[in-house]
């Protein structure tokens, strides 16, 4: 038998990791299309494309995203099927710097940051004058929060049939802060305004008339009503955050009735570069003040401040005290 001879034919590669090309080179997604993030629902997410209402499209996130969190408010870009057809699935490439962020921890002492909402232009505190009563440490925390992450507060009053408002609304005169009435009974004419073509987010315990409110703002949004229970505390109504277009422009954000909210990511330079005019006061303060003033901080530069800005220092240190002793306390949440 003749010796067989062998030739490149005869070579076998037998296939596995080792001979697959690899690149960490990311596809650049030149063709994704702008959209806007306004729900989040177990791994898959709800935008709008070019901030479009009428150009829904539902995406999941890409791999090369990986964990990366995406949050209502968020600017994405998509790219895959953008129909936005029944059983469709787009794909979030990448997301696009936040202009602002609302945040919270479970409590004071949590150290992890949790993004509510991102690129919102303003937080609406939602507070009942009655049926649950007011409370002003949970407003004040809002504050804190809104400063914080950029966003312009905005005290809304509710169910002012049972109580008047002017007394709940003298605890933030120095503030500067905008506050509106939205009882049952009131025309929302001034909401409307403060809201036309903005992204504002909305925010307040349950059972204080939120959901009520934003089915007067828009009517089709259908969203839940939930009475409140017999102990002062109201039922969880709304479970996901979602963004909802207004009829004259400009969106809402509903998020769930919340319990508590954490300031443990918050430090006190944080509240008071939203103080046009003490923001720059501080820039004298020695390292590592705390801007309470004596005796906690006695070379604290907010001390020299005269005439009106006296009240606006009283005001804003009484947040940092609030941010400074942790978690409000039940009766003030």
Same mark, same amino acid.
């Given at each position: 038998m003749a010796k067989r001879e062998y030739d490149e034919s005869d070579v076998r590669i037998r296939p596995g990791k080792g001979t697959r090309p690899r690149t960490k080179t990311r596809p650049e997604h030149a063709d994704a299309e702008a959209a806007m993030v306004v729900t989040v629902d177990r791994g898959r997410w709800g935008v709008v494309l070019g901030g479009d209402p009428d150009r829904p499209v539902t995406t999941m996130r890409a791999r090369e995203l990986g964990r990366?969190?995406? &949050?209502?408010?968020?600017? &994405?870009?998509?790219?895959?099927?953008?129909?936005?057809?029944?059983?469709?699935?787009?794909?979030?490439?990448?997301?696009?710097?936040?202009?602002? =962020? +609302?945040?919270?921890?479970?409590?004071?002492?949590?150290?992890?940051?949790?993004? #509510?909402?991102?690129?919102?232009?303003?937080?609406?505190? #939602?507070?009942?004058?009655?049926?649950?009563?007011?409370?002003?440490?949970? =407003?004040?925390?809002?504050?804190?929060?809104?400063?914080?992450?950029?966003?312009?507060?905005?005290?809304?009053?509710?169910? @002012?049939? +049972? /109580?008047?408002?002017?007394?709940?609304? /003298?605890?933030? /005169?120095?503030?500067?802060?905008?506050?509106?009435?939205?009882?049952?009974?009131?025309?929302?004419?001034? &909401?409307?305004?403060? *809201?036309?073509?903005? +992204?504002?987010?909305?925010?307040?315990? @349950?059972?204080?008339?939120?959901?009520? *409110?934003?089915?007067?703002? &828009?009517?089709? /949004?259908?969203?839940?009503?939930?009475?409140? @229970?017999?102990?002062?505390?109201?039922?969880?109504t709304s479970t996901q955050s979602v963004a909802l277009p207004l009829p004259g422009g400009g969106w809402v954000i509903d998020t769930p009735g919340v319990r508590s909210f954490g300031l443990a990511h918050i430090s006190p330079d944080d509240v008071l570069l939203a103080f046009s005019d003490l923001s720059s006061a501080i820039e004298d303060c020695p390292r590592g003040c705390g801007h309470l003033g004596p005796p906690a901080d006695p070379e604290c530069a907010l001390d020299a401040l005269t005439g009106p800005a006296q009240s606006r220092v009283a005001a804003a240190r009484n947040l940092l005290a609030i941010l400074r002793d942790g978690e409000a306390p039940e009766s003030e949440r």
């Open positions: 990366t969190p995406i &949050v209502v408010g968020d600017e &994405v870009d998509v790219v895959g099927d953008l129909s936005g057809r029944t059983d469709t699935l787009a794909r979030i490439v990448r997301r696009g710097p936040r202009r602002t =962020v +609302l945040r919270r921890t479970a409590d004071d002492t949590d150290p992890t940051e949790r993004v #509510v909402v991102a690129n919102a232009d303003q937080l609406l505190i #939602v507070v009942a004058l009655a049926d649950p009563p007011p409370r002003t440490g949970f =407003v004040e925390r809002s504050l804190i929060a809104a400063y914080a992450g950029g966003l312009a507060p905005v005290l809304c009053l509710t169910k @002012s049939d +049972l /109580a008047d408002a002017s007394e709940f609304a /003298a605890h933030f /005169a120095d503030l500067d802060l905008r506050i509106v009435v939205a009882g049952r009974d009131d025309e929302l004419r001034e &909401v409307d305004e403060l *809201l036309d073509g903005k +992204l504002t987010v909305l925010l307040g315990h @349950s059972g204080v008339g939120k959901s009520t *409110l934003v089915n007067r703002l &828009v009517p089709e /949004a259908d969203r839940a009503i939930g009475a409140v @229970s017999g102990v002062g505390k109201g039922r969880h």
